[in-house]
């Protein structure tokens, strides 16, 4: 007899204790354009445990500055490792109160890393996907084919249209028609 049913863990897992498999997913994410500086930009020193909102504030300043970016890249060249990894280490054993699932999910939708935050609330933790924007470059696209000809070509007038709607920020505007120009 095979059971389906998907494993749930609870966001009080602490994030040190997770399987490398999963460890291994997330770092795959957040090693795409070096997203892991911003996480580790927005984590907090102090963290409670399970109240799993933990933004920056005047009482709660930054636990990482400049220079740990730069210590942890330096590490990663010289261990050979993926600087997320090593930031998972490190922040996964420090602390009174070491950092969950639940902080992590609270932290990577604060920081609109969504795909990484799709996999923790949806794939780690069997929960909904995070609350999205509505509109811009975080908004969820569909991405499901018609199947038939006719379906086919109504779907591609309104993915047309949702890209024509999309508001881009000026300045990336101003990027894509100097690239074009050259």
């Known amino acids: 007899m095979t059971i389906n049913k998907r494993y ?3 966001p009080s897992l602490e994030i040190r204790k997770l399987s490398p498999r999963y460890v291994r997913e997330l770092v795959q994410i957040l090693e795409t354009h070096e997203l892991w500086k ?3 930009s927005i984590i907090p020193k102090k963290l409670e445990r399970n109240n ?19 210590l ?12 997320t990894e090593i930031l998972f280490d490190e922040w996964g054993t420090s602390g009174r109160i070491r950092p969950a699932l639940g902080h992590l999910l609270y932290l990577l ?15 780690l933790l069997n929960q909904a996907r995070p609350e999205r924007p509505d509109t811009g470059p975080e908004a969820l696209i569909s991405v ?10 109504k779907n591609l007038e309104e993915i047309e ?5 999309i508001n881009y920020p000026s300045s990336a505007m101003l990027i894509i028609r100097s690239n074009s120009m050259k």
Request: proline letters at 3%; a positive charge; one cysteine or more.
């Open 8 to 10: 749930q863990m609870d």
């Open 38 to 40: 911003r996480l580790m």
């Open 52 to 70: 799993y909102i933990c933004d920056i504030t005047l009482e709660n300043q930054h636990k990482y500055h400049s220079e740990h970016f730069k």
């Open 72 to 83: 942890i890249e330096n590490a990663s060249e010289k261990f050979r490792r993926a600087c």
């Open 109 to 123: 939708t604060r920081a609109k890393l969504f795909r990484a935050a799709d996999y923790v609330a949806i794939t």
């Open 144 to 153: 499901t084919l018609p199947k038939s000809p006719k379906q086919k070509d």
């Open 161 to 165: 249209k949702l890209l024509d709607e």
